[in-house]
Nanobody, 126 residues
Framework: QLQASGGGLVQAGGSLRLSCSASRRTFGTYAMAWFRRAPGKEREFVAGINWKPPSTYYADSVKGRFTISRDSAKNMVSLQMNSLEPEDTAVYYC?????????????????????WGQGTLVTVSS
């Protein structure tokens, strides 16, 4: 249902752009998000975007460095990651939520998402 891509190896200070492609057109009306799981750590919320209005939400650790965007016509969500740090090293997952209600207050709760991609590895070297 969701296919994440764009991960790779980058030096600290560099940039990467992750993409998440959805297989069904209905995903265009879902809230979408990126989560990540670093080695030895719990999965954590990175960024999310609702449908109407296309409000965006970010974890404090990535604010000002990462930008989430969506192209509903293409059923795609992207995560532009700039000024990458070694602490950003993780497997990044995209997720989709069918019910956008209360998204402004619960977007970081992984349990509300119905669909998950397979993950793409981002490695930031120091």
């Amino acid at each position: 249902q969701l296919q994440a891509s764009g991960g790779g190896l980058v030096q600290a200070g560099g940039s990467l752009r992750l993409s998440c492609s959805a297989s069904r057109r209905t995903f265009g009306t879902y809230a979408m998000a990126w989560f990540r799981r670093a080695p030895g750590k719990e999965r954590e919320f990175v960024a999310g975007i609702n449908w109407k209005p296309p409000s965006t939400y970010y974890a404090d650790s990535v604010k000002g460095r990462f930008t989430i965007s969506r192209d509903s016509a293409k059923n795609m969500v992207s995560l532009q990651m700039n000024s990458l740090e070694p602490e950003d090293t993780a497997v990044y997952y995209c997720a989709a939520d069918r019910d956008p209600r209360f998204y402004s207050t619960t977007h970081s709760n992984s349990g509300r998402y119905d669909y998950w991609g397979q993950g793409t590895l981002v490695t930031v070297s120091s």
